[in-house]
């Protein structure tokens, strides 16, 4: 499935494209203008205060990212983007991570910034990260929220086609959590105006696009980036690289074309000098960004996506080939798996297949995938695979970091799973004797550890 035109296979969600979309066309001299000559008025009034309720609410839901690590790393590539230039009257540049899967970057008129944890698992390196910051503040210094906000008309039917995208939402981690948010704070009469949550999440108009694409690669050249990075984010976000079936795809993919975004990019960056990123760019991003990163992958995991837990776990261990942790998680990835391979067959790819693999994610288990793959020789010789990969990798963590206890804990699962019980209950009582109480799941791990015990006497005897 390609990626782009992904969120146009939802009856809703199209329905959401092609209403909301289509604004009145306005001239770049006109935008520029309009934010010279901005004043707030009681409607912009309320915006500001629907975007910190926004905030509230995020905080509120628990869906904020907040990591020592990432958060200053944020911090500090969103002030080198803004510079030296004048903060806009009632704005506060924040800079924050939403627990997202959606790959999906906006800023409210406030100034909050916010980026998901989906977005910054596809991004690179540090310059592409500045690009979508560019961007974002870019339609805060330009007003392009309050302005978007002006212009909207159809009120009545802006609220309920949230209410649709609200109530369509499927269950579980695949939907935009952010999209489920101001759906939920729409249905429950929250002072949140529909209008700022369209603009802001769901695209400015086609014209408010290029301009914060304009004023962005030139904010991006005045910070020492490479203007390039934003072209190669259009590039990243425009890949079919989808291993498995997604229900729902960012729509910050998709406004305006990125194929035309992209060649406006080069165009820019063949005339103005380029500072080129180091080598080792990718590697000082991956560990900035590893929360957002691991975020992900658990959420991969608990969401049916182990093939992209797979490839987004195996580009940390081999950047990081001493992280145990890393190695866990790719242990983690392999062994979820299970009889499902690492990559999708020639025909898994094709508009059948894909057809095939969506109707399996909503009318299976995941219990009844993995039944009818072992039915077949293939997907028994996946699970052998997959299950010494997981062993093999578990046993290196280990090597690395012999007191690593979630190393113990996953072999203690594989284990388990294949019935080696008497192999399985050592590395439980391992992990237990490490953590001394202290995990949050060590009482689960002590109801497993005597269930396997039983089990390997009841073998026992029957031999």
Do not use: W
Not at 91 to 117: C, H, I, W
Not at 223 to 231: E, G, R, V, W
Not at 285 to 296: F, M, P, R, T, V
């Amino acid at each position: 499935m390609h990626r782009k035109a992904a969120c146009l296979k939802c009856p809703t969600l199209a329905l959401v494209l092609l209403v909301m979309f289509p604004v009145a066309v306005t001239c770049a001299q006109e935008l520029d203008k309009a934010a010279a000559d901005f004043h707030f008025t009681d409607v912009d009034t309320q915006v500001l205060h629907d975007s910190k309720a926004i905030d509230e609410q995020y905080l509120k839901k628990g869906l904020v990212l907040q990591d020592p690590q990432l958060q200053p790393f944020l911090d500090s590539v969103g002030k080198r983007i803004i510079g030296n230039r004048p903060i806009p009257d009632q704005v506060e540049f924040k800079f924050t991570v939403l627990r997202d899967p959606m790959v999906q970057a906006f800023a409210l008129p406030n100034g909050s910034v916010y980026v998901t944890t989906g977005l910054l698992s596809l991004l690179e390196d540090e310059s592409q990260l500045a690009a979508v910051l560019s961007h974002e503040t870019a339609h805060v210094f330009e007003r392009h929220g309050y302005l978007e906000n002006r212009s909207f008309r159809k009120k009545a039917l802006t609220l309920n086609i949230l209410q649709i995208v609200a109530s369509a939402a499927p269950a579980g981690g695949n939907f935009s959590q952010s999209v489920q948010l101001f759906g939920a704070a729409v249905n429950l009469g929250a002072a949140v105006s529909s209008e700022i949550i369209v603009a802001s999440v769901f695209g400015y108009s086609r014209e408010m696009e290029h301009q914060a694409d304009n004023d962005g690669l030139i904010a991006l050249s005045n910070a020492s980036y490479d203007p390039t990075a934003m072209a190669r984010t259009f590039e990243l976000l425009d890949e079919d690289s989808s291993l498995e079936y997604e229900p729902i795809q960012g729509f910050y993919r998709d406004h305006p074309k990125l194929t035309e975004r992209r060649e406006l990019a080069l165009q820019y960056a063949s005339t103005h000098k380029a500072n080129k990123p180091e080598a080792d760019d990718k590697k000082t991003y991956a560990d900035n960004a590893s929360a957002a990163i691991c975020s992900e992958i658990q959420l991969d995991l608990s969401s049916r996506r182990e093939r992209t837990a797979v490839d987004r776990a195996s580009k940390l261990s081999d950047m990081f080939p001493d992280n145990p942790k890393y190695k866990v998680l790719l242990a983690d990835s392999y062994r979820a798996l299970g009889a499902k391979t690492k990559l999708p067959s020639p025909d898994e790819r094709t508009r059948h297949g894909q057809a095939e693999h969506r109707k399996e994610y909503f009318s299976m288990t995941p219990e009844e995938e993995q039944k009818r793959l072992l039915a077949k020789p293939d997907g028994q010789a996946a699970l052998h695979d997959n299950e010494a990969t997981a062993e093999q990798l578990y046993k290196s963590a280990l090597q690395s970091n012999p007191n690593y206890a979630d190393a113990h804990r996953g072999l203690g699962f594989l284990f388990e799973q294949e019935g080696r019980y008497n192999e399985a209950a050592t590395e439980y009582q391992s992990y237990l004797s490490m953590v001394a109480g202290t995990s949050m799941d060590h009482l689960r791990i002590e109801r497993r550890l005597a269930a396997v015990r039983k089990l390997s006497d009841a073998s026992m005897q029957s031999r």
